[in-house]
T-cell receptor
Framework: DTAVSQTPKYLVTQMGNDKSIKCEQNLGHDTMYWYKQDSKKFLKIMFSYNNKELIINETVPNRFSPKSPDKAHLNLHINSLELGDSAVYFC?????????????FGQGTRLTVV | ELKVEQNPLFLSMQEGKNYTIYCNYSTTSDRLYWYRQDPGKSLESLFVLLSNGAVKQEGRLMASLDTKARLSTLHITAAVHDLSATYFCAVKGGGADGLTFGKGTHLIIQP
């Protein structure tokens, strides 16, 4: 009965490939996010998506594109993978702009680019 | 640019001792969050602090917020081994309307 679920949990791929990570939440939240956690455990917001509005962190390369088929899903597609993309990617969701809403995180996807 | 700084980044302490983790942030915000992360696991929400002077307690952990000083603290009382983890504070704001995280405090509690 997982609240925020991501697949796959582990992903190993070669440089130059294109890959997707899927995320689903069953909390009825209206805002979803993608975060990247690097090898030093530093967490950084990549995207937020609320009611079809996508807000992009300007530091994210355009090889990364989120896709939301509906309010409960926010998938992350990555083109032309690079070694530096290796990290753990976390999906999260919250009740958007409502005051005091915390974000709930998925279990993470460990991406290794070789 | 919103910056969130935690200290210490690494803390090794003995069971039974008390300690405090500090979280400073650079711009006005009235929403501050504390998360716990175990190795290889996800982030677990610990506290949500919404107003100046807010104090919340759960077991041996207590968090407080001073929005005027832009400071939050996470106090550990009589630490036990099970509290070993990495603790993150996060502030609403910054890029992409998400949370801006501190670098985390890696806490090891030794028997």
């Amino acid at each position: 009965d997982t609240a925020v679920s991501q697949t796959p949990k582990y992903l190993v791929t070669q440089m130059g490939n294109d890959k997707s990570i899927k995320c689903e939440q069953n909390l009825g939240h209206d805002t979803m996010y993608w975060y990247k956690q690097d090898s030093k455990k530093f967490l950084k917001i990549m995207f937020s998506y609320n009611n079809k509005e996508l807000i992009i962190n300007e530091t994210v390369p355009n090889r990364f594109s989120p896709k939301s088929p509906d309010k409960a899903h926010l998938n992350l597609h990555i083109n032309s993978l690079e070694l530096g993309d290796s990290a753990v990617y976390f999906c999260a969701s919250s009740r958007g702009q409502t005051r005091g809403t915390e974000a709930f995180f998925g279990q993470g996807t460990r991406l290794t680019v070789v | 640019e919103l910056k969130v700084e935690q200290n210490p980044l690494f803390l090794s302490m003995q069971e039974g001792k008390n300690y405090t983790i500090y979280c400073n942030y650079s711009t006005t915000s009235d929403r501050l969050y504390w998360y716990r992360q175990d190795p290889g696991k996800s982030l677990e929400s610990l506290f949500v602090l919404l107003s100046n002077g807010a104090v919340k307690q759960e077991g041996r952990l207590m968090a407080s917020l001073d929005t005027k000083a832009r400071l939050s603290t996470l106090h550990i009382t009589a630490a036990v081994h099970d509290l070993s983890a990495t603790y993150f504070c996060a502030v609403k704001g910054g890029g992409a309307d998400g949370l801006t995280f501190g670098k985390g405090t890696h806490l090891i509690i030794q028997p």
